[in-house]
């Protein structure tokens, strides 16, 4: 899975495997500064996915709904450095606070079954949107996604220009981005740079077979693909 990563053009390298930029010996110090944190981003990103894939795997899916043991979930969310999270990503978690809206989250999700073999029955070009407690993954067809990738655009524009993320939010709910909205309104730190990010690597993806769009939850963390390459679920 390709995740791509927000703040810098060095960090979504990192994670996205799209190719590291090399630093030259003669590098200022800002600069290198700049890549050492940006590495210590990725670190602590990496780290709350991985946090999150320990959830995801005491979760078994019954009748359309998440089963689990409470406790097991907890054990997980009480081990985990939110200190070193926040301090890295500007967020605000706290044990408490997360483990509540994971809860929230497992427990309000439903799988709808039959969509899913509909939308199995299709290979390319299709139009679907599911979600899981930690992500939301939506299929677009070619059109669908260009039409996405102008919403990206129009919101690094705005963030440009001055305008605040509400507007960005306003974007997205009007458009095939609706089921981001929520993502954009309560992550922290977006920026023109990493919408602009998100529409080029979008439009890399956009081949004749649509794309797989994927945003994390909890965090500024995206995965995109080509219909024909996607392998998940």
């Known amino acids: 899975m390709k995740k791509f990563f927000v703040s810098s053009i060095v960090a979504i390298s990192l994670l996205s495997g799209l190719g590291v930029p090399s630093v030259a010996v003669a590098a200022g110090n800002d600069e290198i500064s700049s890549i050492q944190q940006n590495k210590e981003k990725a670190e602590a990103t990496n780290e709350f996915l991985a946090m999150q894939d320990q959830i995801t795997s005491v979760l078994r899916i019954e009748d359309g709904h998440y089963v689990y043991n409470k406790e097991d979930v907890k054990n997980i969310v009480y081990s985990f450095d939110f200190?070193?999270?926040?301090?890295?990503?500007?967020?605000?978690?706290?044990?408490e606070s997360f483990y509540s809206v994971a809860i929230e989250s497992i427990d309000n999700t439903q799988f709808q079954t039959h969509s899913i073999s509909k939308r199995n029955a299709n290979p390319y070009n299709r139009n679907?949107?599911?979600e899981g407690w930690n992500y939301y993954r939506s299929w677009q067809d070619h059109n669908?996604?260009?039409?996405?990738?102008?919403n990206m655009r129009d919101a690094a524009f705005v963030l440009n220009g001055g305008g605040g993320i509400a507007t960005v939010v306003g974007i997205f709910a009007s458009g095939p981005l609706a089921p981001f909205a929520g993502v954009v309104a309560a992550v922290s730190g977006l920026t023109a740079m990493y919408f602009d990010n998100m529409a080029t690597n979008t439009e890399l993806k956009n081949n004749y077979s649509g794309i797989?769009?994927?945003a994390n939850k909890f965090t500024f963390v995206y995965s995109v693909w080509s219909q024909n390459e996607y392998k998940g679920k």
């Not at 200190?83 to 044990?95: R, V």
């Open 83 to 95: 200190d070193k999270l926040n301090q890295q990503l500007d967020l605000d978690y706290t044990k």
């Open 144 to 150: 669908t996604a260009k039409e996405s990738i102008k």
């Open 212 to 214: 797989v769009l994927e």
């Open 128 to 130: 679907y949107f599911e």
